[in-house]
C-alpha cells in the first residue's frame, strides 16, 4: 500500500516508516523541513511537504494514498488544549479527503480516553465521551470522520519509551534535574501504563494491514507501572534522591505536569493481543529508564 504518514520524522513515526518499508509498503511521510525530507528519502521513504496548522495540505496527502497513519501531534503542552484541536480539524480533513472509501484512518490518542476514572482499568471498548482531559478531542474527530463515510480506527499510546524518550516521564526528568531531586506524590502508588517504541511501530503496522473501522487499539506492553518505583529509578540513574510530596507541594514541583503525575492511569491491552496477534517484545520501562542515554535525552 501507498501510506501517507503523519509525524513520520518524530519519535514514532521515525520507527513506522521501516516497519512499513521491510513490510513492502510505500511510505510518504509528511514534513515541514528539508532537513526531514532529506532524512526520509535516506530512509527510503518520499517527503510530503505540508503543516499541522494546514489541514487542506493534509487531506490533498491523504486524497493521494492507499491508507493513511496520523501519529503527528504538537507536544507544547503550554498550548495543549489549542493542539488538541488542531488535530481535531487535521483528522477531520482527513477524513473528508477519505470518506465514502473504505481506504484506511489511522488516528491517535491516548489510552487514558478508554477509561471511566483514575484507577479504572482502561479498556479498547471504552470511550469516555466526558474526559476531562483535552485530547479526547482527536476520538470526538475520529468519529465524527467515521460517521460521515471514513473507515478509522484509533491507536491509544501510553507512556512511549526508549533510552532516550519516554512519554510524560520525560517531563518529569527533565523538572527532576532542575529541581535535584525525583518527586512523587504521596505514597506513589498510582500507576503509568508504558510501551517500548519499537513494539507500538509494529502495533501501527499490524492495525493498518489487519485494517477494521470503528475499533481501538491500546498499545500497551505494561498495564501499570507505580509511580514511585519511576521515580526511584529515575533517582538512581542521575544520582539524586525519589521524595514523596504532599498534593500541595506537587503542583509547585510538577508545574503543568501536575494534574498527571498524580492519576492513577492503568490500560489493558488483552484485546489488542488477541485481535492483532501482537505481542510487546521490546525492553520494559524501568530498564529504559536505567540505561538512560543523558547526552542524548537532554538534547531530545
Same mark, same amino acid.
Given at each position: ?127 469516555? %465521551?466526558?474526559?476531562?482531559? *483535552? &485530547? ?5 474527530? /475520529?468519529? $465524527?470522520? #467515521? !460517521?460521515?463515510? =471514513? ?126 496477534? %501482537?505481542?510487546?517484545?521490546? *525492553? &520494559? ?5 536505567? /540505561?538512560? $542515554?543523558? #547526552? !542524548?535525552?537532554? =538534547?531530545?
Amino acid at each position: 500500500m501507498r501510506v501517507f504518514l503523519t509525524g513520520a520524522t518524530g519519535f514514532i513515526g521515525s520507527r513506522i516508516v521501516p516497519e512499513l518499508i521491510d513490510a513492502g509498503h510505500e511510505v510518504v511521510g509528511l514534513t515541514r523541513s528539508d532537513q526531514g525530507a532529506r532524512w526520509l528519502e535516506e530512509a527510503g521513504a518520499k517527503p510530503y511537504r505540508g503543516t499541522l496548522e494546514d489541514p487542506e495540505s493534509l487531506a490533498r496527502g491523504a486524497a493521494e494514498a492507499d491508507a493513511v497513519i496520523h501519529t503527528a501531534f504538537d507536544h507544547n503542552f503550554a498550548n495543549f488544549v489549542a493542539n488538541t484541536q488542531k488535530d481535531k480539524r487535521v483528522i477531520q480533513a482527513m477524513g473528508a479527503a477519505l470518506a465514502g472509501s473504505n481506504r484506511p484512518l489511522i488516528i491517535t490518542s491516548g489510552t487514558g480516553m478508554g477509561s471511566f476514572g483514575p484507577g479504572q482499568i482502561a479498556k479498547e471498548d471504552v470511550v469516555d %465521551w466526558n474526559n476531562l482531559n *483535552p &485530547r479526547i478531542a482527536s476520538e470526538v474527530a /475520529a468519529a $465524527d470522520a #467515521a !460517521e460521515k463515510g =471514513a473507515s478509522v480506527a484509533i491507536v491509544r499510546l501510553p507512556q512511549v519509551h526508549d533510552t532516550v524518550r519516554q512519554g510524560l516521564t520525560s517531563f518529569h526528568i527533565e523538572i527532576a534535574r532542575e529541581k535535584g531531586f525525583v518527586g512523587y506524590v504521596g505514597d506513589g502508588s498510582n500507576r503509568w501504563a508504558a510501551a517500548h517504541v519499537t513494539d507500538v511501530a509494529r502495533l501501527y503496522r499490524l492495525a493498518l494491514e489487519k485494517h477494521e473501522g470503528g475499533v481501538r487499539y491500546h498499545a500497551v506492553a505494561e498495564e501499570g507501572i507505580p509511580m514511585r518505583q519511576i521515580a526511584e529509578a529515575i533517582a538512581d540513574r542521575l544520582g539524586i534522591p525519589a521524595v514523596s510530596l504532599s498534593t500541595d507541594e506537587a503542583e509547585n514541583y510538577f508545574g503543568w505536569l501536575a494534574p498527571f503525575a498524580s492519576l492513577d492511569m492503568p490500560a489493558s491491552s488483552s484485546w489488542t493481543r488477541e485481535r492483532l496477534g %501482537w505481542e510487546p517484545v521490546g *525492553p &520494559r520501562l524501568i530498564a529504559d529508564l536505567m /540505561a538512560m $542515554d543523558h #547526552a !542524548e535525552a537532554a =538534547a531530545a
